[in-house]
């Protein structure tokens, strides 16, 4: 399965799951903010961050209880509160009924400690880092290369059954091509149109996308 892996205890927290810096241009996937890494062993570790969370949940606390704690703590020790980092500096932030209320916007990440780059007036986590390569590799967008494999990959899985009822369908192979090939440019085209942002960095075209995926 693709990340993130607990996408729920997101809501319990101020900032919208968004990415943060690493200071070699990647970013770092906040939909696992408590963990080490994108799914497989390295999501298994907490960093100190979704240690301190996991402490106040297995201590019985409520998932609208959780926040104004955990906001207060520095869980990375970088002399910056959780709420700091996460866009809440007062901790004024409150989990609402319907999941729908207003989020803040992250300015680092509140597990790793980070640099404050004057140039750009950024914080970004290090090269220096002793877990800077282990954090900025386990990337889902980490490049254009890593992810047209990973949508790939994934999209081929998706389709397996779809692809079983086009084959029964077509008598000619070049029947099954077309409609294989027109299923999957629609699933481009909805994933383009809804989560276009993840991917306009790469400032690439929906219709090169489609011909280097399918070509
Ligand atoms: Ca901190
Ligand atoms: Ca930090």
């Not at 390295?42 to 104004?68: Q, T």
């Not at 404050?116 to 490049?143: G, K």
């Amino acid at each position: 399965m693709e990340c993130p892996c607990y996408p729920t205890f997101g809501n319990n927290l101020a900032a919208d799951l968004a990415l943060v810096n690493c200071e070699n241009g990647n970013s770092f996937d906040l939909r696992n903010i408590g963990h080490g890494g994108m799914c497989g062993k390295e999501s298994r570790v907490h960093n100190d961050f979704g240690l301190d969370y996991k402490n106040l949940k297995d201590a019985g606390y409520a998932a609208d209880e959780i926040w104004p704690i955990l906001c207060e703590m520095d869980s990375d020790n970088d002399n910056r509160t959780n709420g700091e980092e996460l866009g809440d500096p007062n901790c004024a932030w409150r989990k609402c009924e319907t999941g729908t209320c207003t989020k803040t916007t992250a300015v680092s990440h509140p597990g790793y400690e980070e640099v404050y780059d004057n140039t750009t007036s950024e914080y970004y986590i290090s090269e220096d880092h002793p877990d800077y390569n282990f954090i900025c590799e386990n990337l889902i967008i980490a490049s254009l290369q890593t992810f047209l494999f990973r949508v790939a990959t994934s999209l081929h899985r998706l389709l397996i059954s779809q692809l079983i009822r086009y084959a029964r369908a077509s008598t000619k192979y070049t029947d099954f091509v077309l409609r294989a090939r027109l299923g999957l440019t629609s699933s481009l085209r909805k994933f383009y149109g809804r989560y276009g942002e993840l991917v306009i960095h790469y400032d690439v075209p929906l219709s090169r996308m489609v011909d280097d995926i399918l070509s």
